[in-house]
């Protein structure tokens, strides 16, 4: 059954950016978000999610904690310290679920924190509730 809020609001003038090094993830999320009918773009690791930030600034990045390289803490705090970047919507799609590790990830500025194995229906309102705030923003 699709949610309410799904049906009687249009999406498509957000972008989102998906961020995880492992295809099968990003394809879940893809498919669990297809009914939103929001640009989705991806990115396999933190390097190629800073340089998609930087080619189009998205409105919400759902971003994996563990990938090789730059890491998603770092992805987070490179964004963070960046004007122009600052204010993006980021939530933490994450198998790394210690209370240090959500800490940590509130503290360097995540704004949203999902534990994997990624349950749908938290997934879709998490995703609602923050481009709510974006559209609040604009306003």
């Known amino acids: 059954m699709t949610p309410l809020y799904a049906q009687d609001h ?11 090094d492992i295809p099968l993830n990003l394809l879940l999320v893809q498919k669990m978000l297809s009914r939103f009918n929001f640009k989705m773009r991806t990115a396999a690791n933190g390097q190629l999610a800073l340089d998609a930030v930087a080619e189009l600034k998205p409105d919400l990045i759902l971003l994996d904690l563990m990938m090789p390289g730059i890491d998603g803490f770092e992805v987070i705090q490179r ?19 210690s209370n240090e590790d959500v800490i940590k990830g509130f503290n360097v500025g995540a704004n ?14 998490t995703v609602v509730t923050q481009l709510q705030i974006v559209e609040a923003k604009k306003k």
Do not use: C, G, H, W
């Open 112 to 125: 949203d924190f999902i534990m994997k194995p990624i349950i749908m229906e938290k997934l879709l309102s």
């Open 79 to 97: 964004l963070r310290e960046n004007p122009e970047t600052a204010d993006i919507q980021i939530v933490i799609l994450s198998a790394l679920n």
């Open 10 to 20: 249009d999406y498509s003038m957000f972008n989102v950016l998906a961020v995880d």
